[in-house]
Antibody, heavy 121, light 107 residues
Framework: QLQLQESGPGLVKPSETLSLTCTVS??????????WGWIRQPPGKGLEWIGN???????DYNTSLKSRVTISVDTSKNQFSLKLSSVTAADTAVYYC?????????????WGHGTLVTVSS | DIQMTQSPSTLSASVGDRVTITCRAS??????LAWYQQKPGKAPKLLIY???TLEIGVPSRFSGSASGTEFTLTISSLQPDDFATYYC?????????FGQGTKLEIK
C-alpha cells in the first residue's frame, strides 16, 4: 500500500524559507506513471495547488508562487521536497504531498496526512 | 491560468436527497477534471477523475458529468457519511487549479 508522509518544521519565522519533505513508501518515486505534487490549505480555507515534479525531474509551479517555490526529488531516498522562500503569515497552512497519475489515467489518488506549518516570529 | 468557479459554496441537504455541485472552467479543459471529498482534519479523497470515472471503492451514488466547460458532481441519495466539503480540480494544463470548495451540510 502506497504511503506518503510529510515532515519538516511546524514553525517558520517570517522572511525565512519553509522546507518540507515527502517520503514515499510502498512504491517507487521514479516510475514514469506518476508525478508528485504539493498542495496547501490555509486554516479554514480551500485547497491551493503549489506545484508538481515529474519523474524526469521537470517541474511546474503555481504562477502566483513560482518566484518563491522549488520542488526537488531525491530518488535514492524515495523523497521529494518543497522549499518556499520569503514566507509570510499568509503561507500558514496545512501542506499536503500527493501522487498524481500521469497521462490523465487518474488524478491525485494518494495523499499524505498533511502537516501544519505556522509562520510566526 | 485556468480558473475554476465552484458553486454553491454551501449546500444544506437531508439524508436521501439528490444533490448537485457545479464547477465551471474559464476555458476548455477537455475531460480533465477530478472531484475530491474532504472531511475535517483529513486529507482530500479522490472520488472521480476524468470527469466521470469513479475511483475504486467509491460508491455508485456518486457520479460526474460535463457539458462544455461546466462540470457536475451528483450524489443520488445522500448518506450520513457524505456530509463533507467537495472540491473540483482541473488538470488539463500543466498548471493545476482547484475550485473554491462546496461544504455540504445537514439540513
Amino acid at each position: 500500500q502506497l504511503q506518503l508522509q510529510e515532515s519538516g518544521p511546524g514553525l517558520v519565522k517570517p522572511s525565512e524559507t519553509l522546507s518540507l519533505t515527502c517520503t514515499v513508501s510502498g512504491g517507487s518515486i521514479s516510475s514514469s506513471s506518476y508525478h508528485w505534487g504539493w498542495i496547501r490549505q490555509p486554516p479554514g480555507k480551500g485547497l491551493e495547488w503549489i506545484g508538481n515534479i515529474y519523474y524526469s525531474g521537470s517541474t511546474d509551479y503555481n504562477t502566483s508562487l513560482k518566484s518563491r517555490v522549488t520542488i526537488s526529488v531525491d530518488t535514492s531516498k524515495n523523497q521529494f521536497s518543497l522549499k518556499l522562500s520569503s514566507v509570510t503569515a499568509a503561507d500558514t497552512a496545512v501542506y499536503y504531498c500527493a501522487r498524481h497519475y500521469s497521462g490523465g489515467l487518474s488524478a491525485y489518488d494518494y495523499w499524505g496526512h498533511g502537516t501544519l506549518v505556522t509562520v510566526s516570529s | 491560468d485556468i480558473q475554476m468557479t465552484q458553486s454553491p459554496s454551501t449546500l444544506s441537504a437531508s439524508v436521501g436527497d439528490r444533490v448537485t455541485i457545479t464547477c465551471r472552467a474559464s476555458q476548455s479543459i477537455s475531460s480533465w477534471l477530478a472531484w475530491y471529498q474532504q472531511k475535517p482534519g483529513k486529507a482530500p479523497k479522490l472520488l472521480i477523475y476524468r470527469t466521470s470515472t469513479l475511483e475504486i471503492g467509491v460508491p455508485s451514488r456518486f457520479s460526474g458529468s460535463a457539458s462544455g466547460t461546466e462540470f457536475t458532481l451528483t450524489i443520488s441519495s445522500l448518506q450520513p457519511d457524505d456530509f463533507a466539503t467537495y472540491y473540483c480540480q482541473q488538470y488539463n494544463s500543466y498548471l493545476y487549479t482547484f475550485g473554491q470548495g462546496t461544504k455540504l451540510e445537514i439540513k
